[in-house]
């Protein structure tokens, strides 16, 4: 049975005499309503409603159309939480009434509950969850964009230039600000927190720094992810050239992403033993002893696209968390990943200015440096990725 908005049925036209909600079987109703231009399709069934926009539709089903009430009693906008017990509501929820309203979709449940939801919002709901951003892969040969100071403190595209950098190519640069560590701070807090970890919050690494670890000496660092040692590493790491007195030093990325595509593309097995392959990681320093143990590419949980890279030669324990006979295979796929990684037509190579302040996706973008005489300066930290994200969440409120 169809029925549709003419001179008989106005906007408000409700399903209420129509469905039969006692009944499981009931037969398939359709409701067309003309609004603004665009026939905008309710398809009732059994355990779900189709509801067509323009010319694509989607199925949401009762339990989770109920579950997603926003009225008062049900959510509260003041806390942002949700007020109810999932287990007050039955799997077998059924609406007796449905009708669009000024671009909302209305529902009165069987136990009389009224629900509305705005049906742009609905159109924007995906199953399965995507991702809102295009991610953009690249090697040597990327041109990024520096950002002003001025228009990324002042302007607020400019805070938005950079997030999308980041987001899209996993690394921006903001150039002129004022060489101090407390200059570099004022940068990176008009983005997020600054991450208080063992290294502390802000720091500075001079070539004669007392801190055990490699990034204090003047050799050539390989590309690295940081933070591999622990269960949640920090989001972005943050350099800011304060000082350069010598030759050399240049700034090395690779786009984890990219290399891990070039590791599927050459050998799946080795790309699929690379995500399921667990191996320890840790740092050791006095006190302390950092360690985890996690795949060297891991995959969305929801979207199964690339999310994470834990990539670091240098910090990694011995191979003892597979079974003996997967290890020979293990090292080649490890092997595999790091002639990708390491081959320099995969690198971009960047001089980094005095007043230079780059951001960087340690969750996909490994970094590392030439060898370099003379002495330099650098400040920098980390960012949180849950911080990060929260802000990126402000700009692009769909991203997942």
């Not at 060489?179 to 004669?208: C, I, P």
């Not at 920090?234 to 350069?244: E, I, M, S």
């Not at 799946?268 to 950092?290: G, P, R, T, W």
Request: overall charge neutral; charged content about 25%.
């Amino acid at each position: 049975m169809i029925m549709k908005a003419t001179n008989n049925y106005n906007n408000n036209t409700t399903l209420s005499s129509l469905l039969r909600t006692s009944k499981v079987h009931s037969p398939k109703l359709t409701l067309a309503l003309l609004k603004m231009e665009n026939l905008e399709t309710v398809q009732v069934e059994d355990e779900w409603l189709y509801v067509k926009f323009g010319e694509h539709g989607r199925r949401f089903y009762y339990l989770w159309l109920r579950d997603n009430c926003k009225c008062e009693k049900c959510y509260s906008t003041f806390y942002n939480q949700i007020l109810f017990n999932i287990l007050d509501i039955p799997s077998d929820i059924k609406p007796i009434s449905c009708e669009i309203v000024k671009d909302k979709l209305l529902i009165i449940w069987m136990d009389k509950h009224k629900t509305e939801y705005e049906m742009k919002w609905l159109e924007s709901i995906t199953f399965p969850l995507k991702h809102a951003l295009k991610t953009i892969l690249w090697d040597r040969k990327v041109v990024p964009k520096k950002i002003p100071l001025e228009f990324y403190l002042n302007d607020k595209d400019g805070l938005k230039s950079l997030i999308s950098a980041v987001t899209t190519y996993g690394f921006g640069i903001v150039t002129g600000v004022q060489n101090t560590l407390e200059a570099t701070e004022s940068v990176v807090r008009h983005l997020a927190s600054v991450q208080k970890t063992y290294f502390g919050e802000m720091w500075k690494v001079t070539t004669d720094s007392s801190c055990n670890d490699t990034s204090t000496t003047n050799v050539a660092l390989l590309p690295h992810n940081d933070n591999t040692y622990w269960s949640n590493a920090a989001g972005l790491q943050v350099f800011h050239l304060l000082n350069r007195n010598g030759e050399g030093g240049h700034t090395i990325l690779v786009d984890g992403f990219n290399i891990a595509e070039k590791v599927r593309k050459r050998n799946v097995d080795s790309f699929n033993l690379l995500c399921n392959s667990a191996i320890e990681s840790h740092f050791i320093d006095k006190d302390q002893h950092y360690f985890c143990t996690d795949p060297v590419i891991k995959l969305h949980s929801a979207t199964k696209q690339l999310h994470q890279i834990r990539f670091n030669v240098y910090d990694r324990s011995p191979l003892v968390s597979l079974p003996e006979g997967d290890i020979p295979r293990y090292y080649e796929a490890y092997k595999l990943f790091a002639s990708e990684a390491f081959d320099r037509e995969n690198q971009y190579e960047i001089q980094l200015e005095p007043g230079d302040v780059i951001f960087i996706d340690n969750w996909r973008v490994l970094h590392g440096r030439r060898e370099f005489m003379g002495t330099r300066e650098l400040g920098g930290c980390y960012v949180s990725r849950d911080d990060y994200l929260s802000r990126v969440k402000q700009f692009y409120p769909t991203i997942n």
